[in-house]
């Protein structure tokens, strides 16, 4: 068990650029979630797969959010046109079906000048 | 919708003082709850989690009840150490709802030698 990992931890950008992140869960985890934390708050959830599946999509991921799952083991999300407002961190984790603990992974910070 | 409210922070202790982190929760339908740390650098770990009322999870000496007619799940420990010194967040997922977790805002528990 390696964990969740995510790539990369720290990403700087202008403003109107486009940024992804890749989120690579635990090999055998078939559900994949990805959240957004802003400094003092927890995580707000953004969305979810089950294999290559986007179940659900929160409010808060506009049309400039995209996440992928393309062969239902790593993710990738993607902002375009980032906004000083993207600026937070962005967690992925995963899971086992049924009522198994979600796993984090350390997060990518994203800062948008 | 589901919501879960923390007490306000910091908290700051001297080491083997008592520490309770209190909890609420509001929710659809019937959830479990956790509780997960984040120390300094790291990513989120489960602490402990309790999936039906009057259960009581329990990791590392702290401790957690599930109480649903004061809808609460307060975090205990009855010594602190330096080591616990974190940032520790009430979540809850609801069954049916994909395992998918609402967090409260968390709270940063600095333990002083």
């Known amino acids: 068990d390696t964990g969740v990992s995510q790539d990369p931890r720290h990403k700087i950008t202008k403003r109107g650029q486009n940024v992804t992140f890749r989120c690579d869960p635990i090999s055998e985890h078939n559900r994949l979630y990805w959240y957004r934390q802003t400094l003092g708050q927890g995580p707000e959830f953004l969305t979810y797969?089950?294999?290559?599946?986007?179940?659900?999509k929160s409010r808060l991921l506009s049309d400039r959010f995209s996440a992928e799952r393309p062969k239902g083991s790593f993710s990738t999300l993607e902002i375009q046109r980032t906004e000083q407002g993207d600026s937070a961190m962005y967690l992925c984790a995963s899971s086992l079906a049924g009522d198994s603990p979600l796993h984090f992974g350390n997060g990518t910070r994203l800062t948008v000048t | 919708g589901d919501s879960v409210t923390q007490m306000e922070g910091p908290v700051t202790l001297s080491e083997e003082a008592f520490l309770t982190i209190n909890c609420t929760y509001t929710a659809t339908g019937y959830p479990s709850l956790f509780w997960y740390v984040q120390y300094p650098g790291e990513g989120l770990q489960l602490l402990l989690k309790a999936t039906k009322a009057d259960d009581k999870g329990s990791n590392k000496g702290f401790e957690a009840t599930y109480r649903k007619e004061t809808t609460s799940f307060h975090l205990e420990k009855g010594s602190v150490q330096v080591s616990d010194s974190a940032v520790y967040f009430c979540?809850?997922?609801?069954?049916?709802?994909?395992?998918?977790?609402?967090f409260g805002k968390g709270i940063t528990l600095s333990v002083r030698p």
């Open positions: 797969f089950q294999n290559e599946a986007q179940l659900e």
């Open positions: 979540a809850l997922s609801v069954i049916g709802a994909n395992s998918k977790l609402t």
